[in-house]
T-cell receptor
Framework: GAVVSQHPSWVICKSGTSVKIECRSLDFQATTMFWYRQFPKQSLMLMAT?????????EQGVEKDKFLINHASLTLSTLTVTSAHPEDSSFYIC??????????????FGEGSRLTVL | EDQVTQSPEALRLQEGESSSLNCSYT??????LFWYRQDPGKGPEFLFT???AGEEKEKERLKATLTKKESFLHITAPKPEDSATYLCAVADSWGKFQFGAGTQVVVTP
């Protein structure tokens, strides 16, 4: 099946620094990727939709200047948490649709990235 | 607004004790209902897609069913390795996914 790789799997940083998380589709091209945030025992919250070659679409309440998304190629999307603060500590997960038509097939998820901001 | 509600929040089973998880949903134009398994500290792993009421899918000890308002994930004779959080998600007519909060299943030997 389709594989999505996410890196790093965990990162600890100081408050005020920026952190970049990469999401790669390993054996298929993904014109669209999704970035989620998950708090303990809570649902995955969609943050933004990453579109190859164009600007990302952010969900309501998500600061686009805080969470920079770049989808530079058909296999790579990056999420940069800028000027991170402790409240940004969370589990970030990327995914890409794997169906024949975009968004009608299942989503394939990366392994997730645990961010801890001190 | 699309909504997905999963119950129970947590389920503790003895090995071999069958049970069912519920996913109730409201969505504008269902394009698909998805079940995922998530282990602690990992991304969700795809299990099933259901597209229309009456559809059923099976994989090993898991069986997923779908009606117009809800889906069930039946776990038959579970083993400890079935312990995980099971997530339900729906995709609406726009292709947007909405996830439930999940059911945490613990299977004890």
């Amino acid at each position: 099946g389709a594989v999505v790789s996410q890196h790093p799997s965990w990162v600890i940083c100081k408050s005020g620094t920026s952190v970049k998380i990469e999401c790669r589709s390993l054996d298929f091209q993904a014109t669209t990727m999704f970035w989620y945030r998950q708090f303990p025992k809570q649902s995955l919250m969609l943050m933004a939709t990453s579109n190859e070659g164009s600007k990302a679409t952010y969900e309501q309440g998500v600061e686009k200047d805080k969470f920079l998304i770049n989808h530079a190629s058909l296999t790579l999307s990056t999420l940069t948490v800028t000027s991170a603060h402790p409240e940004d500590s969370s589990f970030y997960i990327c995914s890409a649709p794997g169906g024949l038509e975009m968004n009608t097939g299942e989503l394939f998820f990366g392994e997730g990235s645990r961010l801890t901001v001190l | 607004e699309d909504q997905v509600t999963q119950s129970p929040e947590a389920l503790r089973l003895q090995e071999g004790e069958s049970s069912s998880l519920n996913c109730s949903y409201t969505v504008s134009g269902l394009r698909g209902l998805f079940w995922y398994r998530q282990d602690p500290g990992k991304g969700p792993e795809f299990l099933f897609t259901l597209y229309s009421a009456g559809e059923e899918k099976e994989k090993e000890r898991l069986k997923a069913t779908l009606t117009k308002k809800e889906s069930f994930l039946h776990i038959t004779a579970p083993k400890p390795e079935d312990s995980a959080t099971y997530l339900c998600a729906v995709a609406d007519s726009w292709g947007k996914f909405q996830f439930g909060a999940g059911t945490q299943v613990v299977v004890t030997p």
